[in-house]
Nanobody, 113 residues
Framework: VQLVESGGGLVQPGGSLRLSCAAS????????MSWYRQAPGKERELVARISSDGGSTNYGDSVKGRFTISRDNAKNTVYLQMDRLKPEDTAVYVCKRYGVAIWGQGTQVTVSS
C-alpha cells in the first residue's frame, strides 16, 4: 500500500503547478482522497478533498478558486492543479487516503521570485 507524490518544484508567484499522487496496493476507487500541506512552523492543513467517484470536492479557504483537485480512477491517481500561486503556498504537499489513513512522503512546493 503506497502513495507517491510528484510534480513539486520552484515556481514564481502567479505561476502554476500540477501535483500527482499515484496510489498502489489498494482499491483506489473506493476511497476518499485528499491533499494536505505543511509549512515550516505551521500546523498541517487540509488543502482539498475529493470523493471516491470524483463527484464531490472540498477546499480549504486559503486555496478556494485557485486550486482544483481531481482524480483518475483508471490510473489510480489524484491530482492537484495549483494556479495563481502565492509565496504563502510554499509547503510540503502530502497526499492522504481516508479510512485507514495512509500518507505519502510529500513533495516540496516553493513559490518565490
Amino acid at each position: 500500500v503506497q502513495l507517491v507524490e510528484s510534480g513539486g518544484g520552484l515556481v514564481q508567484p502567479g505561476g502554476s503547478l500540477r501535483l500527482s499522487c499515484a496510489a498502489s496496493g489498494f482499491t483506489f476507487s473506493s476511497y476518499v482522497m485528499s491533499w494536505y500541506r505543511q509549512a515550516p512552523g505551521k500546523e498541517r492543513e487540509l488543502v482539498a478533498r475529493i470523493s471516491s467517484d470524483g463527484g464531490s470536492t472540498n477546499y480549504g479557504d486559503s486555496v478556494k478558486g485557485r486550486f482544483t483537485i481531481s482524480r483518475d480512477n483508471a490510473k489510480n491517481t489524484v491530482y492537484l492543479q495549483m494556479d495563481r500561486l502565492k509565496p504563502e503556498d510554499t509547503a510540503v504537499y502530502v497526499c492522504k487516503r481516508y479510512g485507514v489513513a495512509i500518507w505519502g512522503q510529500g513533495t516540496q512546493v516553493t513559490v518565490s521570485s
